[in-house]
C-alpha cells in the first residue's frame, strides 16, 4: 500500500515561516509529479505548488515569491518554504502525488493524497 504522509503544519505569526514535509512510502515504481494543495474553510481547493521529477516547478499567483516547492526523488519526499506568510494563508494543506506503484513488469498508475495539516497564520 502506498502512502503520503505529511508533517510541519502549526500556528505561526504573520511574517513567519513555516516548512512542510511530506512523504511517499510503500510499493513505488516511480513518482511523476508531486504538490501541495491547500482548502481553507468555506473554500474549495486550490493548488498552491506543483513540481516534476524533473525539477520544473509551478506556484499559484498568491504565493509566487514566498513559498519554494522542492523534493529529493531518492526518498521520495516533497518539502514546502513559506515564508511571509500571511492570514489568508491560513488552510489545512494537502500533499499530493501522482506516482505508479508495482514494479518493471507490473504499475498501477495511483493519484494520491495525504491526510493534510493544519497551517494556522495569526497574531
Known amino acids: 500500500q502506498v502512502q503520503l504522509v505529511e508533517s510541519g503544519g502549526g500556528l505561526v505569526q504573520p511574517g513567519g515561516s513555516l516548512r512542510l514535509s511530506c512523504a511517499a512510502s510503500?510499493?513505488?515504481?516511480?513518482?511523476?509529479?508531486m504538490g501541495w494543495y491547500r482548502q481553507a474553510p468555506g473554500k474549495e481547493r486550490e493548488l498552491v505548488a506543483t513540481i516534476t521529477s524533473g525539477g520544473s516547478s509551478n506556484y499559484a499567483d498568491s504565493v509566487k515569491g514566498r513559498f519554494t516547492v522542492s523534493r529529493d526523488n531518492a526518498k521520495n519526499t516533497v518539502s514546502l518554504q513559506m515564508n511571509s506568510l500571511k492570514p489568508e494563508d491560513t488552510a489545512d494543506y494537502y500533499c499530493?502525488?501522482?506516482?505508479?506503484?508495482?514494479?518493471?513488469?507490473?504499475?498501477?498508475?495511483?493519484?494520491?493524497w495525504g491526510q493534510g495539516t493544519l497551517v494556522t497564520v495569526s497574531s
Open positions: 499530493n502525488a501522482a506516482l505508479y506503484s508495482g514494479n518493471i513488469f507490473r504499475r498501477t498508475y495511483l493519484e494520491l
Open positions: 510503500g510499493s513505488i515504481f516511480s513518482i511523476n509529479t
